[in-house]
């Protein structure tokens, strides 16, 4: 519903972007029940990593959001800048927990 509302140039309702992240965050906290579960070194490191490499993703967004607020006519105000941010990092974290999960 999110990615239809964007496609026809109308801005999502910010509840509606941050309940996505959220049902991201979630799916990606019952996949990883398990091994937080122990709290043992396995699961400092998956927390450790996933957050090191959501910082990139982060820096990333940052400057695709800065390039074409600069040489674009992209018009978002401030509001839902915060939300697409947001959300994006929510979701980049508990991504990058079940990558790293499934890679150690």
């Known amino acids: 519903m999110t990615s239809a ?8 309702i910010g509840s509606d972007v941050m309940s996505f992240a959220l049902c991201i965050m979630a799916f990606c906290n019952a996949h990883l029940y398990p091994q937080f579960k122990a709290k043992d070194e396995r699961s400092k490191i998956i927390r450790e990593r996933g957050m090191f490499y ?22 978002l105000s401030g509001h839902q800048t915060v939300y697409i941010v947001s ?4 979701s980049t974290v508990f991504l990058s927990f079940v990558v790293v999960s499934k890679r150690i």
Request: charged share 5%.
């Open 5 to 12: 509302l964007i496609s026809t140039g109308r801005f999502p």
């Open 54 to 75: 959501s910082y990139f993703f982060l820096v990333g967004y940052l400057a695709i959001f800065m390039t074409l607020f600069q040489f674009t006519s992209l018009y």
């Open 87 to 90: 959300a994006l990092l929510i």
